[in-house]
């Protein structure tokens, strides 16, 4: 089966010209992939030969939503998207005042363990390909009929477990005949992969990073997310230094408040310590309900802010959207196929 979603403009040129094709057949065909066709039919300006090859290899399987949910809070829609393989992933659509965000998952399932996380409850099944990373922000704008300005990989899965699907991905959704979304209007979360987050700097994208932290000591973190046992947090920290000087983009700091765990006074004061002198954003997250975790929202969001802050650290408590759809931050889980009564 050949991925041609997967492939770049100038891979297309070399795949059209073993069908015999003239090299422009490429981009036409990565504009009508782009626009999310879902059968070669569509390819009107096409040969019928190289759409009947294009059948031979394997078609273009597009996603198709298994299920849709709207929240009456605010509209935030979350779709369960069903991949050609029968596996399901989740992506959401979130509107505010400065565009549409869509934000989308890496993988089917996720390795990394973190507790207060629904995604990985089931373990990680198996990584996206570029092409299914960019259908999802091609059939959300789609299906929504809405123009999507920015994205965010923060959804289902470990951006950097998946780092060259990731990274081809970045390139298919910023090309100009394609999406042509520009890299700072993308975010991508990590849990910390220190050689991933080293090897993204390298490349010198103009992307924002997300580090999620949720504690600046070894004990709290390492309770919360099995990954900084084999880390720790000042290598974790020194890490996002080096992105910064590499980039000199600036690193915002996921940090999700929980009750009683990471939420107290000398937590705040240690945090703004690790993030005293670097140029740092860290987003206060009020821990969203996941039905398996006995953890629980804190009380002291606040509190934490308003340290941080006559610390000189930039702190903002982020918006809940779509909270009454299970949509919100940490939410997000790998689900089997819906019945066809479930389904709305």
């Not at 899965?157 to 081809?168: A, C, I, T």
């Not at 520009?182 to 050689?195: D, F, N, P, Q, V």
């Not at 890490?239 to 999700?256: L, V």
Request: proline fraction near 3%; charge should be positive.
């Amino acid at each position: 089966m050949t991925d041609l979603k997967s492939m770049t403009p100038e891979e297309l040129v070399s795949w059209c010209r073993l069908q015999g094709q003239p090299a422009f057949r490429a981009k036409q065909l990565f504009q009508w992939l782009s626009r999310g066709v879902t059968s070669t039919e569509e390819m009107t300006n096409l040969p019928k030969a190289l759409r009947a090859k294009i059948d031979q290899e394997g078609g273009i399987s597009p996603l198709t939503v298994e299920r849709k949910q709207v929240s009456k809070l605010d509209g935030t829609i979350k779709y369960l998207w069903r991949l050609a393989d029968g596996n399901c992933i989740e992506t959401v659509l979130m509107r505010y005042h400065h565009g549409n965000s869509v934000c989308i998952s890496s993988q089917v399932g996720c390795a990394m363990g973190c507790a207060f996380c629904a995604s990985t409850i089931g373990g990680k099944v198996r990584n996206l390909t570029a092409g299914e990373l960019l259908d999802q922000v091609i059939f959300t704008q789609k299906d929504a009929d809405l123009t999507i300005s920015n994205i965010v990989l923060m959804g289902i899965g470990e951006p950097l477990d998946n780092y060259d699907n990731v990274r081809r991905f970045l390139t298919l959704v910023h090309h100009p005949d394609g999406l042509n979304i520009g890299m700072r209007h993308i975010s991508l979360s990590t849990c910390g992969l220190i050689k991933g987050m080293d090897r993204l700097a390298e490349e010198g994208l103009q992307l924002t990073l997300s580090v999620s932290l949720h504690a600046p000591d070894d004990a709290t973190r390492s309770a919360l997310m099995p990954i900084n046992r084999g880390i720790g947090v000042e290598a974790l920290f020194a890490a996002c230094r080096r992105y910064f000087a590499k980039t000199g983009r600036r690193i915002s700091y996921e940090y999700a408040m929980i009750e009683g765990v990471n939420d107290t006074p000398q937590q705040a004061a240690l945090l703004a310590d690790q993030l005293e002198g670097t140029v740092a954003h860290v987003n206060l997250i009020p821990l969203n309900h996941v039905q398996e975790s006995p953890l629980r929202p804190s009380t002291h969001v606040s509190a934490f802010q308003r340290q941080l802050e006559k610390r000189g650290i930039t702190a903002t408590v982020r918006r809940r959207l779509g909270s009454d759809i299970d949509a919100s931050c940490g939410q997000l889980r790998r689900k089997a196929q819906k019945s066809r009564e479930e389904r709305t």
